[in-house]
Nanobody, 129 residues
Framework: QVPLVESGGGSVQGGGSLRLSCAGS????????MGWFRQAPGKDREGVAG????????YYVDSAKGRFTISLDNAKNTLYLQINSLKPEDTAMYYC??????????????????????WGQGTQVTVSS
């Protein structure tokens, strides 16, 4: 059983919106934090946003503030990433991840891709100009 499965990606025109989903199961959704990451062609994977499962506090990297919204539906064991005003530079494979307890703060874990125990297979987002 795959712990995390992303969906919702696709090909959209610039200015459009997408909502990515990440369905969790088993150990992945007994995690303490969850996050979204992305990897553009030829580039390293980078953090986008994270959320504490317990209290819902969120963190966004600077480039994600304003257009990206991370949210969690605990009843459905699903993590979301709403992306508005999509730009061609948002083209990437988007991954979700889940992590357990750690002394590392969420911001550090997102920015440095550290402390994540489960990763999904990714969902592709392609934005045309």
């Amino acid at each position: 059983q795959v712990p995390l499965v992303e969906s919702g990606g696709g090909s959209v025109q610039g200015g459009g919106s997408l909502r990515l989903s990440c369905a969790g199961s088993g150990g992945a959704f007994s995690a303490r934090v969850m996050g979204w990451f992305r990897q553009a062609p030829g580039k390293d994977r980078e953090g986008v946003a994270g959320v504490y499962i317990g209290d819902g506090d969120t963190y966004y990297v600077d480039s994600a503030k304003g257009r990206f919204t991370i949210s969690l539906d605990n009843a459905k064991n699903t993590l979301y990433l709403q992306i508005n005003s999509l730009k061609p530079e948002d083209t990437a494979m988007y991954y979700c991840a889940a992590g357990g307890s750690s002394i590392l703060p969420l911001a550090y874990r997102v920015k440095h891709l550290s402390g994540w125990d489960y990763w999904g297979q990714g969902t592709q987002v392609t934005v045309s100009s």
